[in-house]
């Protein structure tokens, strides 16, 4: 009878947790048993490994092995398990030396002739051995980049069952030089190759501002306006002008993207604002996340620490819309489900875009009633309007409107450069607080730290006393207003600073 122990990570939502990989090679009848809470893509895994020990040119033990996957009480999900239950058996079998496995951790699918192949999840997983102070890692080759994002992790690539076990009998497990970063020659690349600009939005004026603001505060936006106009234009230009991801935001975005099997190629880090644009079929499982299986981050989490952009609003399903309240306040998503709890990530800066009817048309070209058109924009309810920010409608633009625009459109270098400015003011003025953006400071503390002078509040309590605005849009308003100061280098909002907010939230302005 021989026992040896190798480990392994299993994810739930975005979260990794340690798993000991025990194989128990004892008397009985010739097979493989798994325990642990092992899913159906597991229980295959025993052919799986068998073929990829024996094609490998390793001696199959012709006894009974336990596999034990410990905590038993965790679900494990996948086939990332596959190398460390095969490497822990040949380490039972006396192939290779238990001691060298023992703290290791091994993170690859194996093929049926023994070749490794990647898996979706391994940043976070190799984050979270290594908080727990566990260095030594065994990736694919293909996840090796992925996995060396880590900051003292020692990582091995390797390409196959039979190389490792060579690498292993030979004590050469060290792990390899790592290449040079490719995160910022593919950053260089996609400059190079040339990205979306501001000022090839030509005509909207009011609306570039207002996409300025929003970047500036993280604060969400409603684009009103006929087909044409731009919505869709400045909603992907949005991005190009806020700050890029810092070291932490980067690590945390690119580790949802590799749970959701989405980083980009040329470079896994992923250091600018992301941004997703789900199509109005989507279900609600595919814009907040989940599954049936295995719980997989959705639209409203790919587009964490970025914007998510709802195209043709109204013809989102109600229920999908209204379920984007929730993450709208509190910035992550909790999925329960029988098995398990997962907390996704989702702080997004939300971008809305609508028609004003059915048909598309505004003015005399609409030929919809107007109970079509209530029915329509009705689509989009009180509660998730009021967590809006601004909200801007664009008008057709002549021939020359574009042409006098050309002189005064910015480009997004140009608006960046305020942006990051505004963003900077901010989190100097957030600094001994957990925020760093305007739209992120609760209203009480928005009151309480940062009053504005008297005389600014002047348009808000009309509003409120004529009905015009609620307390949770007082609050935004407020925080729009502070935004507005910023990017105008004033230390306080002025009663221009909070009218022209409270103008921009009712979507007055034009």
């Given at each position: ?174 792990p390899e030089p790592a290449p040079e970063p490719a995160a910022a020659a593919a ?139 929730q993450p709208l306040e509190s910035g992550e998503v909790v999925v329960a489900r ?173």
């Amino acid at each position: 009878m021989a026992l040896a122990r190798t480990r392994s990570v299993a994810l739930l939502g975005v979260e990794g947790y340690g798993i000991d990989v025990e194989a128990h090679i004892g008397r009985g009848k010739s097979g493989l048993t798994l325990v642990g809470l092992p899913d159906a893509a597991l229980r295959e895994a025993r052919d799986r490994i068998r073929a990829a020990v024996v094609n490998s040119g390793e001696y199959w033990p012709d006894n009974h092995i336990t596999v034990s996957l410990s905590p038993a009480s965790l679900p494990k999900r996948g086939s990332g398990f596959d190398l460390s239950i095969a490497v822990a058996i040949l380490a039972a079998s006396g192939v290779i030396p238990a001691d060298e496995v023992r703290e290791t951790a091994f993170l690859a699918e194996l093929s049926l002739d023994g070749r490794t192949r990647p898996i979706h999840g391994v940043l976070p997983m190799v984050l979270a051995e290594a908080v727990r102070g566990r260095r030594s890692f065994v990736v694919a080759r293909a996840n090796a980049e992925e996995a060396r994002l880590v900051s003292g992790a020692e990582v091995v690539a390797v390409g196959s069952l039979a190389e490792l076990v060579s690498r292993l009998r030979n004590g050469t497990a060290a792990p390899e030089p790592a290449p040079e970063p490719a995160a910022a020659a593919a950053d260089d690349r996609e400059d190079a190759e040339g990205r979306p600009d501001l000022a090839d939005v030509l005509g909207q004026p009011v609306a570039r501002r207002a996409v300025e603001i929003a970047a500036a505060g993280g604060h969400n936006l409603f684009l009103l306006g006929p087909p044409g106009t731009g919505k869709s234009l400045l909603a992907e230009r949005l991005p190009t002008i806020m700050p890029r991801l810092d070291t932490d935001e980067a690590i945390e975005v690119t580790a949802i993207h590799s749970v959701a099997g989405a980083l980009p190629c040329g470079g896994p880090l992923i250091t600018r604002p992301p941004f997703c644009a789900p199509h109005h079929t989507a279900t609600r499982t595919a814009i907040i996340g989940g599954g049936s299986g295995v719980l997989r981050p959705g639209a409203v989490s790919l587009a964490h620490r970025g914007v998510l952009f709802l195209d043709e609003a109204p013809e989102f399903a109600r229920g999908v819309l209204d379920c984007l309240r929730q993450p709208l306040e509190s910035g992550e998503v909790v999925v329960a489900r029988a098995a398990a709890t997962a907390r996704f990530p989702a702080r997004f800066l939300l971008v809305m875009a609508a028609n004003p009817c059915p048909c598309g048309q505004s003015g005399a070209k609409c030929v919809c009633p107007s109970a079509a058109r209530r029915r329509y924009l009705g689509r989009l309810s009180g509660p998730l309007l009021d967590r809006i920010d601004l909200k801007v409608e664009l008008q057709p633009v002549s021939r020359a409107e574009l042409l006098a625009d050309r002189a005064f459109a910015e480009s997004s270098a140009t608006v960046a450069a305020r942006v990051a400015q505004a963003r900077e003011r901010a989190a100097h003025r957030l600094k001994d607080t957990p925020w760093s953006c305007n739209a992120a400071v609760p209203g009480a503390e928005l009151r309480r730290r940062f009053p504005p002078p008297p005389e600014a509040l002047r348009v808000l309590g009309e509003a409120m006393d004529r009905g015009l605005l609620s307390a949770r849009g007082a609050d935004r308003v407020l925080r729009l207003a502070w935004t507005v100061a910023d990017l105008g280098g004033r230390d306080a909002p002025t009663p221009d600073d909070v009218g022209h907010a409270f103008a921009l939230w009712t979507g007055a302005v034009r």
